[in-house]
């Protein structure tokens, strides 16, 4: 990652949900027109390091998530300040950090069982296809792989995974964007929805937590569910087929970080009115949402991710289990924002000032 781009997301990861915003965060509150600063939750970008002492004064990890894409960039940034602050206490931790140039459960698999092979105190996946992985998880940590899930999609129920470090909330993300998508519409109209990759359970559980709300609703209907495979371009077309299909569709969901942008794209190209919502920060979406063309975005507390995962492999590395250390599952903030902060926004994480 080049410092350039590691200069822009530690802005972004300092302030990005310290804004006074329009939004909900998941989890404190299940008001979607609230407003950030009525709540009592204000994330804390000052992340300093718990009074857990480490057992050893060296540690080695490895890390796999579904795909390269900025948004894990954001990951890494907390995991890099949890590994600085440890070094400043006389514990060095190493890791290796990889993902493939596409999302597969079959690419993740092969990662996962070399690294059982490696010097790894513990391995954590963030996992792509939530049926596929969970066994191989499963005989991992049966055959004595200190194994753990982290960043937006956990195993299945029941996996014997260690613990769990993310957004615990996913269905719920996409309820609230679902639901600020409904009231935008006055609760009638058609809708598309994008989901991302099959059997991501980010993604997954975003789409039903959208099916669900929308369900709700006697004038509303679902027209069309693709998957983009977290590409922006795939993204563009199927949103573009979509508004080919349903001249009249009244709005698109979008449940990854791509593809709100390859939606937009669509919708700019083709003069359509559509709403869209959809998920996290990524420059061309800001410019969309500053703009108009994106209606609200869902913006994950990344950098938290990152440095929470990495204090809790240590715990996990020195035999720890969940309870009094670490719960069974770490949960992480999202908040919905709107138009009037991208402004803002955009000079914070990229020092975007064009107006």
């Known amino acids: 990652m080049s410092n350039k781009i590691k200069n822009i997301l530690r802005k972004f990861v300092i302030v990005a949900l310290s804004l006074v915003v329009a939004g909900t965060n998941s989890g404190y509150s299940a008001d979607t027109e609230a407003k950030l600063g009525d709540t009592s939750s204000i994330v804390d970008f000052e992340h300093n390091l718990d009074d857990y002492v480490p057992a050893k004064d060296h540690y080695n990890f490895y890390f796999t998530y579904k795909i390269v894409h900025p948004w894990w960039d954001a990951v890494a940034l907390g995991m890099e300040d949890a590994q600085k602050k440890y070094l400043e206490k006389g514990i060095t931790i190493t890791y290796e950090y990889m993902a493939p140039n596409a999302a597969s459960y079959e690419d993740q698999t092969k990662r996962l069982l070399q690294a059982q092979k490696g010097n790894y105190d513990v391995i954590g996946v963030d996992v792509a296809d939530e049926a596929k992985i969970s066994p191989v998880l499963d005989e991992m940590v ?18 014997k995974r260690i613990a769990y470090v993310g957004n615990t909330h996913n269905y719920q993300d996409g309820a609230d964007l679902t639901e600020a998508l409904c009231k935008k519409l006055d609760y009638k109209g058609k809708v598309g929805i994008l989901v991302g990759s099959h059997g991501a359970p980010c993604h997954e559980d975003r789409a039903k937590g959208a099916k669900d709300t929308i369900a709700k609703y006697k004038n509303m209907e679902i027209v069309a569910v693709e998957y983009d495979m977290d590409s922006i371009d795939k993204a563009y077309e199927l949103a573009k087929q979509m508004l080919k299909d349903n001249p009249d569709i009244a709005g698109i969901v979008c449940c990854n970080m791509s593809n709100p942008v390859g939606t937009a794209r669509a919708v700019t190209e083709l003069g359509s009115n559509t709403v869209i919502v959809g998920m996290d920060h990524d420059k061309e979406a800001l410019h969309y949402l500053k703009d108009g063309v994106i209606y609200c975005l869902g913006v994950q507390d990344c950098y938290s991710i990152g440095f929470d995962t990495l204090q809790v492999a240590v715990k996990i590395a020195d035999g720890n289990k969940p309870g009094v250390l670490f719960p069974d599952k770490t949960d992480e903030n999202t908040t919905i924002i709107y138009q009037e902060d991208a402004t803002p926004m955009l000079e914070i994480l990229y020092g975007d000032v064009s107006q």
Do not use: I
Request: aromatic share 6%; charged share 10%; hydrophobic share 35%.
């Open 142 to 159: 049966a055959s004595g792989s200190k194994v753990m899930t982290f960043s937006s999609s956990d195993a299945a129920p029941g996996c």
